[in-house]
Each structure stands twice: as structure tokens, then as C-alpha cells.
């Protein structure tokens, strides 16, 4: 097999350029001996608040403690069912299985992948306690139906913004549109962290309070606990390195749009099906995911001519050996399990260059199925 000449995603590229800056920002934090939380992270905060347009933005340690930590503020616990999406990365679900509670899936719309909010609505129960919609490759979730959804249902609704930093929907910001938006600076992200990192935001003061809390031990005073708590402060190395990237947010995330702009137009008349948009939605392309009934096979014949693929996600949630117990069968979420077999990402991250797109499209077309 032929080495890999261009991967599905490299960060090497993008950290190189910001390496004197970062180290200096390191450095400068080192001297604050400010290691968990800190002002690096207030700092953050508040600068990542302002580019979503959110009241509030509180600092954790990961995707999936954001997701958590959101769950349990809103009082999720033993017995609750969360409506969610079968077709996401398992952290989704993880965060409602950490609460005691159950993962109650609906199936998605296969043009967008996300979750659909009229098989959503069938599947609530009297133990709905949260629905939790995910912006799926960066693409937002019909937050105007799913808003109203929730609004009529009297529910929170969770945004897994993961994947989707600084998309929009009706002109607004992800993480603006939930009861808490919840976002992952896992590397690969669109806004990755040098390590671990999460937040998550709201419009709420009391809730704002809430998770800051929880966060940090629940710790109302030192070394006093009222309720239980967490260890998900976000670091403020993690921090520093993020103020540096967050600027760059925008540039990034318009040169995958441009990037994606120009692998649909040369994919357009092949029988490979290229991610649709839809109306209103600002996609940011965390990845470009392409659709195939032989997808196994378009992946084998770009590894052999040096071209990195990812599948996102082979498995759907309900069908992971760690949910068998729910029981749910195949067959269950027919769209989820069929984009779980055709689905297929190529190669996307902001400094991929034109020729290198080309070259991924002229080797997708080269293929004979
Ligand atoms: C949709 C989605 N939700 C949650 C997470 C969890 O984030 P983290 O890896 O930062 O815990 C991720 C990413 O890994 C994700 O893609």
C-alpha cells in the first residue's frame, strides 16, 4: 500500500505558523502558575461568548463534560429518558448514560444527517427530559422546527456544537439557539485545543452559575459541597493556546467552505453523492462527507493512490455493543444505518491547497465501482 501523501486531516500546518505564539503565551501563562482555570480562561470565556453571541460561555475540560455537565445543571438523573440522534460520535450519548438516565434515539433527515424533528416528536415520552440535537459535521440541525419543538414540549433543548464552531443557522451562531450549547476543542475541531477542552454556552445567568459550579467540584465555598460535583475545569494553557486560534476561526472555517465549494463542483457528475446544504444554514465543514453504496471500496482505491478517507461513523449509537442492552434493533433508524454504511470523508482541513482537492476529485472520478 502507497503512503499516505495526503491525509484525511493534518494539524501540522496549522499549528506550525502559530508555534512562536503559542509558546509565548505558555510561557507567560506558566508565570501566572495559573494552571486549572484561570485568567486565561476567563479570558476565553469571554471571547468565545462574544464570537458565538452568547450571554454566557463556561470553560470545561472536554466535549463530552460539557455535555454532561449541561445534563446534569438541567437535573437529568436516574429514570429521565434524552431524546437524541443514533447518527453522532458516542459521546452524545455517553453524557446521558453518565446521568443514569437513557438515550432515546429518532432518526435523522439523510440529506443533512441531523436529527429529524417530526420522527423526534413521535418518539417523546411522559420521561423526556431533554432533547439534545447535534450539528452534525458542521452543519446546524433545523434549530427553527426543533426550538419550537422543544418550546411546545416545555423541554431544554442541548446543541452538541462539537463540530460546528461558528456555524449558523438564520444568521445566528450555534450555541445561541438551546437552552446550553455545547462545544469540544478536541485538536481536530474546527477550533482545537493543544490537548483536551470544552465549554459550554448559554443565555442564562442561573444556569451559567449552575455550571460554573458543577465544573468545579460544586465547591460553594472551600471546601464546602452541597450537591455533587465535577472535576471539569478547563486548563489555562488549553486556554491560552485557544485565544490564539479563535481569531483564525473565521478565515478557517471560510477556506473549508471554499474548499468544499470546490470538491462538490468537480464531484458533481460522478455517482458519488456530495454533502447537501440546507436552506438557511452556514456550514463549516468540520468534514466533508461523501456518500456511496460501495463506500468500502472508494475507500480502498484512495488509500491506494495515497489519499486518506475516515468513515464518520460506520457504527450508528443504538447498534454500539456498549447500548446492546437498550435492545434496539437493526433495522430500527433505517437513515442513520444507511448513511452509517455509505458514508465516507475525504480529506478536509483549511490549509489543504486547490491542487490537492484536485488531485482527491481526480482520483474519486478514476474510480470504477
Ligand atoms: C458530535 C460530538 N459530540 C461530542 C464530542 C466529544 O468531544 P470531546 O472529544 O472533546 O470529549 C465530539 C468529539 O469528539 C463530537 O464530535
Given at each position: 500500500?502507497?503512503?499516505?501523501?495526503?491525509?484525511?486531516?493534518?494539524?501540522?500546518?496549522?499549528?506550525?505558523p502559530?508555534?512562536?505564539?503559542?509558546?509565548?503565551?505558555?510561557?507567560?501563562?506558566?508565570?501566572?502558575?495559573?494552571?486549572?482555570l484561570?485568567?486565561?480562561?476567563?479570558?476565553?470565556?469571554?471571547?468565545?461568548?462574544?464570537?458565538?453571541?452568547?450571554?454566557?460561555?463556561?470553560?470545561?475540560?472536554?466535549?463530552?463534560?460539557?455535555?454532561?455537565?449541561?445534563?446534569?445543571?438541567?437535573?437529568?438523573?436516574?429514570?429521565?429518558?434524552?431524546?437524541?440522534?443514533?447518527?453522532?460520535?458516542?459521546?452524545?450519548?455517553?453524557?446521558?448514560?453518565?446521568?443514569?438516565?437513557?438515550?432515546?434515539?429518532?432518526?435523522?433527515?439523510?440529506?443533512?444527517?441531523?436529527?429529524?424533528?417530526?420522527?423526534?416528536?413521535?418518539?417523546?415520552?411522559?420521561?423526556?427530559?431533554?432533547?439534545i440535537?447535534?450539528?452534525?459535521?458542521?452543519?446546524?440541525?433545523?434549530?427553527?422546527?426543533?426550538?419550537?419543538?422543544?418550546k411546545?414540549?416545555?423541554?431544554?433543548?442541548?446543541?452538541?456544537?462539537?463540530?460546528?464552531?461558528?456555524?449558523?443557522?438564520?444568521?445566528?451562531?450555534?450555541?445561541?439557539?438551546?437552552t446550553i450549547?455545547?462545544?469540544?476543542?478536541?485538536?481536530?475541531?474546527?477550533?482545537?485545543?493543544?490537548?483536551?477542552?470544552?465549554?459550554?454556552?448559554?443565555?442564562?445567568?442561573?444556569?451559567?452559575?449552575?455550571?460554573?459550579?458543577?465544573?468545579?467540584?460544586?465547591?460553594?465555598?472551600?471546601?464546602?459541597?452541597?450537591?455533587?460535583?465535577?472535576?471539569y475545569?478547563?486548563?489555562?494553557?488549553?486556554?491560552?493556546?485557544?485565544r490564539?486560534?479563535?481569531?483564525?476561526?473565521?478565515?478557517?472555517?471560510?477556506?473549508?467552505?471554499?474548499?468544499?465549494?470546490?470538491?462538490?463542483?468537480?464531484l458533481?457528475?460522478?455517482?458519488?453523492?456530495?454533502?447537501?446544504?440546507?436552506?438557511?444554514?452556514?456550514?463549516?465543514?468540520?468534514?466533508?462527507?461523501?456518500?456511496?453504496?460501495?463506500?468500502?471500496?472508494?475507500?480502498?482505491?484512495?488509500?491506494?493512490?495515497?489519499?486518506?478517507?475516515?468513515?464518520?461513523?460506520?457504527?450508528?449509537?443504538?447498534?454500539?455493543?456498549?447500548?446492546?442492552?437498550?435492545d434496539?434493533?437493526?433495522?430500527?433508524?433505517?437513515?442513520?444505518?444507511?448513511?452509517?454504511?455509505?458514508?465516507?470523508?475525504?480529506?478536509?482541513y483549511?490549509?489543504?491547497?486547490?491542487a490537492?482537492?484536485?488531485?482527491?476529485?481526480?482520483?474519486?472520478?478514476?474510480?470504477?465501482?
Amino acid at each position: 500500500m502507497p503512503a499516505i501523501r495526503i491525509p484525511v486531516m493534518d494539524l501540522k500546518p496549522q499549528v506550525a505558523p502559530l508555534r512562536e505564539q503559542i509558546l509565548a503565551a505558555w510561557a507567560k501563562a506558566l508565570e501566572q502558575t495559573a494552571f486549572c482555570l484561570g485568567p486565561e480562561v476567563e479570558a476565553f470565556e469571554q471571547e468565545f461568548a462574544q464570537y458565538c453571541g452568547a450571554a454566557h460561555a463556561i470553560g470545561v475540560n472536554s466535549g463530552t463534560s460539557a455535555l454532561h455537565v449541561a445534563l446534569a445543571a438541567l437535573g437529568v438523573g436516574p429514570g429521565d429518558e434524552v431524546l437524541t440522534t443514533p447518527y453522532t460520535f458516542v459521546a452524545t450519548s455517553w453524557a446521558v448514560s453518565y446521568c443514569g438516565a437513557t438515550p432515546v434515539f429518532a432518526d435523522i433527515v439523510p440529506a443533512t444527517f441531523n436529527l429529524d424533528p417530526a420522527a423526534a416528536e413521535k418518539a417523546l415520552t411522559r420521561k423526556t427530559k431533554a432533547i439534545i440535537a447535534v450539528h452534525l459535521y458542521g452543519q446546524p440541525a433545523q434549530m427553527d422546527a426543533l426550538c419550537d419543538l422543544a418550546k411546545r414540549k416545555g423541554l431544554p433543548l442541548i446543541e452538541d456544537a462539537a463540530q460546528a464552531h461558528g456555524a449558523m443557522f438564520q444568521g445566528r451562531r450555534v450555541g445561541t439557539f438551546g437552552t446550553i450549547g455545547c462545544f469540544s476543542f478536541y485538536p481536530s475541531k474546527n477550533l482545537g485545543a493543544c490537548g483536551e477542552g470544552g465549554l459550554c454556552t448559554t443565555q442564562d445567568a442561573a444556569l451559567a452559575a449552575k455550571l460554573k459550579l458543577l465544573r468545579n467540584h460544586a465547591s460553594s465555598a472551600p471546601y464546602r459541597f452541597d450537591e455533587l460535583g465535577y472535576n471539569y475545569r478547563m486548563e489555562n494553557l488549553q486556554a491560552a493556546a485557544l485565544r490564539i486560534k479563535l481569531p483564525h476561526l473565521e478565515g478557517w472555517n471560510e477556506r473549508r467552505r471554499a474548499i468544499a465549494a470546490r470538491y462538490d463542483e468537480l464531484l458533481k457528475d460522478t455517482d458519488v453523492r456530495t454533502p447537501a446544504v440546507g436552506p438557511e444554514r452556514s456550514h463549516v465543514y468540520h468534514l466533508y462527507v461523501v456518500r456511496h453504496r460501495q463506500r468500502n471500496a472508494l475507500a480502498r482505491h484512495l488509500e491506494e493512490a495515497g489519499i486518506g478517507t475516515a468513515r464518520h461513523y460506520p457504527v450508528p449509537v443504538h447498534r454500539q455493543p456498549a447500548y446492546a442492552h437498550l435492545d434496539i434493533p437493526e433495522g430500527a433508524f433505517p437513515c442513520a444505518e444507511q448513511a452509517a454504511r455509505e458514508c465516507l470523508s475525504l480529506p478536509m482541513y483549511p490549509e489543504l491547497s486547490d491542487a490537492q482537492v484536485d488531485e482527491v476529485a481526480a482520483a474519486v472520478k478514476a474510480w470504477k465501482p
